[in-house]
């Protein structure tokens, strides 16, 4: 039962471009989405997050955005640099309250192309 | 910029043992997890903990698992006879609740192999 779907396994972006990574959800009582960027034999780095009160969140050269009536949400990274060649986590927090885990997509392994 | 660190990056044991994963959540942080990550799959919610026990768990967290802050700062899980399809990544994350702040930060990870 996959919650959250990631449905790109891999993308392949040039340097400069923007990358877009796709997220899908089928859970309404998600309230709250968050991306991870992860590196090899690393742990979950965080990147940006949104409530599902807004439909839009930026922060430097990633935007998160989020239509809740179609429940898919997108990270855009622009431009794309090598250093974000990485495997992204799109995660998603049920409304239940402040020690929810976090339901996680397969991940999308971006690669920049220089 | 405080981080969550985790001991020991990686951990080999035999079917059967116990082993204890260990886990320096952010010290001002409320909410402790674990998740882990067997090769190839994705990261998957197992326990969380709040004020001295736990919150929530996922039906992965059966009896041979226990967690558990024996300190104001560490933060352990415990497998009490291993399993082969233990061997995964394990990961620690902590968060802060006070204004609905629920971003999780993860530790590095403890991969942990089971022979």
């Known amino acids: 039962d996959q919650q959250v779907k990631q449905n790109s396994p891999s993308l392949s972006v040039q340097e400069g471009r923007i990358s877009i990574l796709n997220c899908d959800y089928t859970?309404?009582?998600?309230?709250?989405f968050l991306w991870y960027k992860k590196y090899p034999a690393e742990g979950p780095t965080f990147l940006i997050s949104?409530?599902?009160?807004?439909d839009k969140n930026e922060d430097g050269r990633f935007t998160v955005f989020l239509n809740k009536s179609a429940k898919h949400l997108s990270l855009h990274i622009v431009p794309s640099q090598p250093g974000d060649s990485a495997v992204y986590f799109c995660?998603?927090?049920?409304?239940?309250?402040?020690?929810?885990?976090?339901?996680f997509g397969k991940g999308t392994h971006l690669i920049i192309q220089p | 910029e405080p981080e969550v660190t985790q001991t020991p990056s990686h951990q080999v044991t035999q079917m059967g043992q116990e082993v204890i994963l260990r886990c320096v959540p952010i010290?001002?942080?409320?909410?402790f997890y674990w998740y882990r990550q067997i090769l190839g799959q994705k990261v998957e919610f197992l326990v969380s903990?709040?004020?001295?026990?736990?919150?929530?768990k996922s039906e992965i967290f059966d009896d041979q698992f226990s967690v558990e802050r024996p300190d104001g700062s560490n933060f352990t899980l415990k497998i009490r006879s291993t399993k082969l399809e233990d061997s995964a990544m394990y990961f620690c994350?902590?968060?802060?609740?006070?204004?609905?702040?629920?971003?999780?930060?993860f530790g590095p990870g403890t991969r942990l192999t089971v022979l």
């Open positions: 994350a902590s968060s802060i609740d006070l204004t609905g702040h629920h971003t999780q930060y």
């Open positions: 859970n309404s009582m998600f309230d709250y």
């Open positions: 949104i409530s599902s009160i807004k």
């Open positions: 995660a998603a927090r049920d409304s239940g309250g402040g020690a929810d885990g976090l339901t």
């Open positions: 010290s001002n942080h409320l909410y």
């Open positions: 903990f709040y004020n001295n026990e736990i919150s929530e």
